[in-house]
């Protein structure tokens, strides 16, 4: 029998990838999302769509899962990848209100689908809040084994849910934890290619160059969707994946004035001397040059608002805007998932440019 995933927070950055992983790979894929996913061109061709279902469900809304889940007696896996982030994002990370909703989320879904379906596994995605990240220096690198940083965190709080639910279900769950992840998603909280590239167009439109708007270097990881959807994959079909917890990153390091001269080539721009901006700020006030920039270029009529999300907020923060002394580095060890056999790396450089280019296939961003 075909196994059938249940896909929450499916037009996010890594629900999309999910959703279109799962597809290659002949699952039947359930889609929950408030819009349908948006899958790439080159994607449709290599899936079977008529395996894909499209569930436009409100989370909060616990009477509207009740109906929704308990009906989804096929469901055999769950990638949980939903999340609710406040408007200016960062500060949210500390928020018990924000904590407590992400909790209440995850119990809509999985109240009524466990009642309704005979589940085997369910990933939950994490991040490098886990290691407190966000509130102090972290150990370099941080690695899975380390006992939980005590700190609040919905991360916490759902995992500890799961664990309930599992132990009386007697299914199985993985947990990822992935750095900094690189898709082509806007209107989401978390993604920059959107981003880099709105800011790249609207600077050469001002006769101005692609200059770096951050603070200080900064030395990152990041995780292309793609291998995300991967380990994803791989953890819903290995049974060493039981129980375990994994950091995810490409396998590689990067600077961001490092990657400048090439998604500049991409974006059809020239670069020049760093030039402090806070994004934030900078992308809602050109909206209305963003408008034209749209029109012009026979772009997908997409506003900023619709454009960002609250990445431009991230951006701040993974480019160090403001920031006059270096920031302590939040290297992941991923020994872990490979000596569990996952083997599967990315490029960094190359998967910027290739979200970039794939931005411009769809018309979200123009052709430089």
Known sequence: MTATVLVVGASGVVGTAAVEKFLRESWRVIAVSRRPPDLGSGAKQRIDVDSLRHLSVDLTDRGACDAAFSALDSVTHVVYAAVSEQPGLVAGWRDPAQMALNLELLRNVLDPLCAAANLEHLSLLQGTKAYGAHLHPIAVPARERSPRDPHP??????????????????????????????????????????????????????????SFPGGVPYVWEAADTRLVASVLHW???????????????????????????????????????????????YLPAQAENWDRLVRRHGLRPIGMVDLVGESHHYADRCFAHGATTARPPTFVSTVKLRQAGFSEVYDTEESFCYWLNELIERRILPRG
């Open 235 to 281: 953890a819903a079909t290995t049974p060493l994946a039981a129980g375990e917890t994994y950091n995810v990153t490409n396998g590689d390091v990067f600077d961001w004035r490092n990657l400048w001269p090439a998604m500049a080539t991409v974006l059809g721009v020239e670069t020049g001397p760093d030039e402090p901006t806070e994004l934030a700020t």
């Open 153 to 210: 965190n919905f991360y916490w709080l759902q995992e500890d849910l799961i664990r309930e639910r599992a132990a009386e279900g007697g299914w199985n769950f993985t947990i990822l934890r992935p750095q900094l992840i690189v898709g082509p998603n806007h209107a989401v909280v978390m993604n920059l290619p959107p981003i880099i590239g709105a800011y790249a167009a609207l600077r050469r439109a001002e006769g101005k160059p692609f």
